[in-house]
C-alpha cells in the first residue's frame, strides 16, 4: 500500500511509480481482445447490417459500428467506389468530402452506421454515362489539378456549393471551398473552374 500524501516517508517518486503502474493495467485490461467465435480475437461491437444509398444504389453490408463511410466504400463495398480519397484521415483536408442529404461531410470522420436512410453522393455518381458532370469537365479544361488527390473532394464540394448558390460570388466560393486544402497550390485554377462550371451550370 503507498503511503497517503500526509503520511511519513511520502515521496514523489513513489506516488508517480504508483499512478504509473495503475495507468498501465488499466490500459492493459481496455485493450485486451475478446475471444470470440471461430477463435478470432475481437474488439468492440461485431458486424451488423446495415443499408446504405449510394449516388441512388441501395447497398447493403455488414460492418461493425467503428467503420466509417470512406472506409465502408473504399474497402467493405462490391464492387468498391474509390473516386473518394484517403488522404489525412482525420477530417483536415477535405479529399474524402461527400454529399449527404444536400450537405457536405468528410467521410473520413462519419461513421457509416450514422448515414443510414439519407442519400450518399460521391464524386463516382456525378457523371452521366461517359458525359461528365460541369463541374468535372470544368476541373479538366482549366487544368484545376497536379497529383489529383484533393481533386474528387473539390470537385464534389464545388457541386454542393453550385447546387446550394447558382449564382455563388466569388466570396461565397472561397467559403465554401474552404474546407478542402491543395498541397500542390492549384487554388486559382480551382477556382477559376468553379466560376467556369457556374455558368454552364446556368445555361
Known sequence: MPRRKDEPGFSRRSFLKTVG?????AGVLAK???KAQGGVNAVGP????ISLTINGQVHRLEIE????????????LTPPLTGVKRVCDRGA???C???VDGRTVYSC?????????????TVD???????MHPVQQAFCDVDALMCGFCTPGFVVATVALLEKYPNATPQQMRKGLDGNICRCGTFVRIMDAAVKAKRVLRG
Open 109 to 121: 470522420s462519419t461513421l457509416a452506421i450514422e448515414v443510414q436512410g439519407k442519400q450518399i453522393r
Open 97 to 99: 468530402t461527400m454529399i
Open 65 to 76: 459500428p467503428r467503420v466509417t463511410l470512406l472506409d465502408a466504400l473504399r474497402t467493405r
Open 93 to 95: 483536408c477535405g479529399a
Open 46 to 49: 461485431g458486424a451488423v447490417p
Open 32 to 34: 485486451t481482445p475478446v
Open 21 to 25: 503502474a495503475g495507468g498501465v493495467a
Open 125 to 131: 455518381g456525378l457523371a452521366s454515362g461517359a458525359t
